[in-house]
T-cell receptor, first 115, second 113 residues
């Protein structure tokens, strides 16, 4: 089955600097890659997603890149702010006859923004 | 819409007892997922449903776990008998289609003592 690996597990950056989180996936059939942010005591919430027919997508301070050949994708947060502190999860969605719409998550990255 | 609603928010039970977690998905969402979150294993997919039918339950850890979706607006995850290693936060999520946003509930924090 699909396996999603995520690095680093923890990341601390100075406020205003950029943060990058990287993920790799194993199943070349995966074609949808969402990123979720989880704040303390809450469920994960989608912040951005990318489909396999697109190499890059940007939404204000957040951008995602996808390299289908290498099977890896990354989250970039620029001009980090204290409210960006949270746990971030990458995920891959597999579409197939017996496992349609399964979402497999990476292990998470705890991002801390230093004031 | 109030979003995905899970109950209870917290559950403390003794080993060997039956535990039932409940989920109400967002109206109109055809897919429902149950995840378990622990520090060691992260977010694990347990089972998911499409139009109330279980599609993939390969993540259900043991026969002690069972899930049902009797109708489009309600699902349960049952653990019987419960064990201390079942302690985790259990999330329910729903989505409208294969490549759409999955909305998560607030989770149920289960502690088995």
């Amino acid at each position: 089955g699909e396996n999603v690996e995520q690095h680093p597990s923890t990341l601390s950056v100075q406020e205003g600097d950029s943060a990058v989180i990287k993920c790799t996936y194993s199943d070349s059939a995966s074609n949808y890659f969402p990123w979720y942010k989880q704040e303390l005591g809450k469920g994960p919430q989608l912040i951005i997603d990318i489909r396999s027919n697109v190499g890059e997508k940007k939404d204000q301070r957040i951008a995602v890149t996808l390299n289908k050949t290498a099977k890896h994708f990354s989250l970039h947060i620029t001009e980090t702010q204290p409210e960006d502190s949270a746990v971030y999860f990458c995920a891959a969605s597999i579409q197939g006859y017996s496992s349609a719409s399964k979402i497999i998550f990476g292990s998470g990255t705890r991002l801390s923004i230093r004031p | 819409d109030a979003g995905v609603i899970q109950s209870p928010r917290h559950e403390v039970t003794e080993m060997g007892q039956e535990v039932t977690l409940r989920c109400k998905p967002i109206s109109g969402h055809d897919y429902l997922f149950w995840y378990r979150q622990t520090m060691m294993r992260g977010l694990e997919l347990l089972i998911y449903f499409n139009n109330n039918v279980p599609i993939d339950d390969s993540g259900m850890p043991e026969d002690r776990f069972s899930a049902k979706m009797p109708n489009a607006s309600f699902s349960t995850l049952k653990i019987q008998p419960s064990e201390p290693r079942d302690s985790a936060v259990y999330f329910c999520a729903s989505r409208t289609g294969p490549h759409t946003e999955a909305f998560f509930g607030q989770g149920t924090r289960l502690t088995v003592v």
